[in-house]
């Protein structure tokens, strides 16, 4: 079964700077890589966002509200995928959420201090 797990969501003040990782497990490299994998977010009382995206070749996309700040990545040796966030604002504060398919990590926690 596969499973997605999130980490590295915290309390930073704003301008500050975090990176979240996804782990993918339960399936084989060959999968992962082959994949487009995001990162979404959904910020309380409003619907839930993608962020960023990245393809199985490497390419990649961004909210316009994240361009310049925020870089996707992917390990495909270690069936993980990553996001530098960079000069947080108070209104990046949400849940982050990794997607592959159809299957959904459980989200972490991000919030940003003014």
């Known amino acids: 079964q596969v499973h997605l797990v999130e980490s590295g969501g915290g309390l930073v003040q704003a301008g500050g700077s975090l990176r979240l990782s996804c782990l993918v497990s339960?399936?084989?490299?060959?999968?992962?890589?082959?994949?487009?994998m995001n990162w979404y977010r959904q910020a309380p009382g409003k619907q839930r966002e993608l962020v960023a995206t990245i393809t199985g070749y490497g390419s990649t996309d961004y909210a316009d509200s994240v361009k310049g700040r925020f870089t996707i990545s992917r390990d495909n040796a270690k069936n993980t995928m990553n996001l530098q966030m960079n000069s947080l604002r108070p209104e990046d504060t949400a849940v982050y959420y990794c997607?592959?398919?159809?299957?959904w990590g459980q989200g972490t926690q991000v919030t940003v201090s003014s």
């Open positions: 997607r592959l398919g159809h299957l």
């Open positions: 339960g399936t084989s490299g060959t999968i992962f890589r082959i994949n487009t």
